[in-house]
């Protein structure tokens, strides 16, 4: 399938290239050359500007938006719309909130452009181990759409099939889902995020907890020098609490087990804050979500050995960097 593609920095870059080896047709473009050329040399069609990009599309045209939330990704989609037809698809896989998705489909739709939002999940490991996809859209859009989420996607791996999953083509198996109607698929990745936070801070507490048992403060008896690295490496092996992150953690703690080469100043992108207003709006209680992301406010305040765990784990999976200091 050929489809154009704007942004290529950690993310988009990527997906482009995943799509480029799975035999999809790319036109690519970038605000900043010396990215697009890079992207270029890997075999892509180079488009020095929306115009041009549309204009080397067939029909129906596909266009995906991967852009920073906000006014990056509002302009562009605009932009596009006023180069676009009936018929044609504009895809926002970046990390927008759910409402602005809602309105910008409805607007589209006046002028019979269809809109689909993909909470994409995989951060600078995609390209390799593939994406996890939660996709907003029509059903026959999504279906039209389907060769380019099956080749995004981490396929079945070695994971075992969930007890009562019989379907032939299960694409949630694959890696991705038909969430719903435009929003839906930044809805469920929005949560997600809200998730992330409390599991990155769940492990973060408590490996500051072991880290301070040495502490002089403590009776002499009761002090243990804990190898964190070596913790962290056997929890990977058979606990209940093994996961991805805790794979990221023990790579981190293997190579600078006092976490030297971070602040503790944690980010947050967004989506945390997102998923809280929609705890309150919805009347659901969030506080292990809502601590967690008070934490990451905290941390730009504190140097904890947690917060730089935080720290070397968001680098981890996503090539995120601290803050500057206030």
């Known amino acids: 399938m050929q489809l154009g593609i704007i942004g290529l920095g950690r993310m988009g870059g990527n997906i482009a290239r995943r799509l480029m080896r799975g035999g999809h047709d790319v036109v690519a473009h970038d605000r900043d050359q010396s990215i697009a050329s890079a992207l270029i040399e890997d ?30 990704t509002e302009e562009t989609v605009n932009a596009l719309a006023e180069r676009m037809d009936a018929g044609d698809i504009i895809i926002d896989g970046g990390n927008t909130f759910y409402k602005d998705d809602i309105r ?55 994971l075992e099939r969930t007890h009562g999953r019989n379907a032939p083509h299960d ?30 801070q769940a492990y973060a507490e408590g490996f500051e907890l072991m880290q301070s048992k040495s502490s ?20 990977r092996r058979g606990s209940v609490v093994s996961s991805w992150l805790l794979d990221l953690t023990a790579q981190a703690l293997t190579g600078d087990p006092k976490l030297d080469h971070y602040s503790g100043a944690v980010a947050d992108s967004g989506e945390g804050r997102w998923t809280i207003d929609a705890a309150v709006e919805q009347g659901v209680s969030a506080p292990v979500l809502a601590n967690a992301l008070f934490a990451r406010f905290n941390s730009r305040k504190d140097n904890t050995y947690a917060n730089r765990l935080l720290s070397a784990m968001r680098f981890g999976f996503g090539g995120h960097v601290e803050p500057p200091s206030q």
Not at 119 to 128: D, I, R
Request: hydrophobic share 45%.
């Open 43 to 72: 075999g892509a069609t180079p488009a020095d500007s929306l115009a041009t990009l549309v204009d080397q599309l067939e029909t129906p045209r596909v266009v995906w938006v991967m852009l920073p939330a906000g006014a990056p």
């Open 104 to 158: 910008r489909a409805k607007a589209l739709a006046l002028t019979g452009i269809h809109y689909v939002d993909v909470g994409t999940s995989g951060g600078v490991w995609g390209l390799e181990r593939g994406y996890c996809m939660m996709v907003g859209a029509e059903q026959e859009i999504f279906a039209h759409l389907d060769p380019l989420f099956d080749t995004l996607a981490p396929g079945h791996g070695n």
């Open 171 to 200: 694409s949630a198996e694959r890696g991705y889902i038909h969430a719903g109607p435009v929003g839906a698929g930044h809805y469920v990745k929005m949560v997600h995020n809200g998730i992330e936070y409390g599991l990155m």
């Open 216 to 235: 002089p403060e403590l009776p002499e008896d009761e002090r243990f020098d804990l190898n964190l690295a070596d913790v962290a490496e056997v929890w």
